[in-house]
């Protein structure tokens, strides 16, 4: 599907000049040409860049500007500034309200492609990444993984899981929940950078589950040690009670006296060590298999698969 863009200028020259360039590249691209006219498009179309005069009828290009950062439901929309205005405190005052990027008139048709590209690609990459980690997300993870299948590299998936996450989230609250997330997303990092050398990959499928790619002859390892450094930090959220009672206690709705057992982790190893992997599909399925063997035990474990094909 063709990205969206809205084009806001009160030139309709300048806008039709803009609008035909951006067409034969392949955009969808819609003409407005007051500010609020801009505004009711952007809610209409919800377009992935917006590119923005700033002498603007009605509402001038900065103030369109400020009301579309200021909407939460349009973080992911870009927005470049396109204007003859190429005054430094013009520039500062766009980039403050978080204008992506500042094109000043007259510019060459490569020069507003190059812009659009790179904002476009810098936003594809941005709705990629886990919001609360940075990690890449599942789009990311599942081109690694391909990509790797395609290239015929040797890899090992490991399929990282919490356990008694929500017990957790639920009784110390959900800023402890993000901060458990966080200080994982960290060990996991920290292994794939200590065991997985420059081809290491890290990604967060969403929650409190995660990925990592190593080569397939340090994946125990990287287990193992995942599984140790999580049990010694994830003891910082508990008190000294929690630890020694090795659960915490609380009650239900009906103030029955009720126990959860602390959080633990759950790896499951995929490995080309073993089998050739016909496809994505497979390899996430023996993961997420070996992820639900390794939540048998009671503690923060790890199992791969053995089995050749």
Known sequence: MAEKILVVDDDPDIAKFIQVTLEKAGYDVAV?????????AVDVRRPDLVLLDIMLPTIDGFQVASELRRRATLTGTAIIVVTARGFTEDRLRGLALGVDDYIVKPFEPEILLARVRAALRRLSEMRSLSPLTGLPGTVLIEQEIREH???????????????????????KGWDAGNRVILATASIVEA?????????????????????????????EEAARWIC???????????SPEELERGAVQTTDRRGEPIRYPLATVSLGIATTAVRRF???????????EMKSAAKRSERSSYAVDRRAG
Not at 32 to 40: C, F, I, K, M, Y
Not at 162 to 167: R, S
Not at 278 to 288: L, M, Q, R, S, Y
Request: with cysteine; glycine share 10%.
């Open 278 to 288: 016909a496809d994505f599909g497979e390899v996430v399925a023996v993961a997420t």
């Open 32 to 40: 407005v040409h007051d500010g609020r006219d801009a505004l009711e």
């Open 191 to 219: 292994a794939v950078a200590r065991f997985g050398g420059p081809d290491g990959f890290v990604g967060h499928i969403g929650g409190d589950d995660f990925v990592a790619l190593v080569p397939p002859e340090v994946a």
């Open 228 to 238: 140790e450094r999580f049990d010694e930090d994830v003891r910082r959220f508990y």
């Open 149 to 171: 299948l395609r290239c015929g590299d040797a890899f090992a998936l490991l399929y990282v899981d919490l356990d008694h996450f929500k017990a957790l989230n639920d009784t």
